[in-house]
């Protein structure tokens, strides 16, 4: 009889330990996820939506917009989402107790295609993010996920309405993969 094998499940201590080789390293419930370093293309895309969001956070006082390097913690999981927008805490805050995002940005790569879209997802409308939008430089489309709302696929245009305010953003998805 031949039996499954076992997949190793991580802790963020072993996670931590990891050398610095410019590698991402990201635990999702116990499965470890590597990543190479980002691509210019991903890079620019995520520096024109930052270009877009800035503006609109800083206006209405929805905190910042972080980048990699600042990571999201739940459950025993770390992840380090391309671009999310949270309050930010107080002195004493640490990863572990920061305020939940209100919203992440994941620009998909051939390698995080699957985890954006299923590992990624769960954890963060389970660890109750407002909205995840997945950006598709391929297909051309963002996607918006919120928790209970059937996803949004943006080809032309994105809106984007924080809980609590009451004006939108929009951006036109040219103005970002072009």
Known sequence: MHMAAQTKKWTLEEVHSLPDDGNKYELVRGELFVTPPPTPDHETIAAK?????????????????YRPKAVMRFEGSEVEPDLMIRQRGDRTT???????PVLIVEILSP??????HMQKRKLYLDAGVAEYWIVDPERR?????RPHEEDRVARDRIEWRPPGVADSLSIEIRDVLD
Request: proline share 6%; net charge positive.
């Open 111 to 116: 390698s995080t295609r699957r985890r954006d």
């Open 49 to 65: 939506l930052a270009r877009f969001l800035d503006p609109f956070v800083a206006r209405f006082g929805l905190g910042f917009v």
């Open 94 to 100: 640490t990863w572990d107790n920061a305020p939940v």
């Open 141 to 145: 489309e963002i996607r918006s996920i």
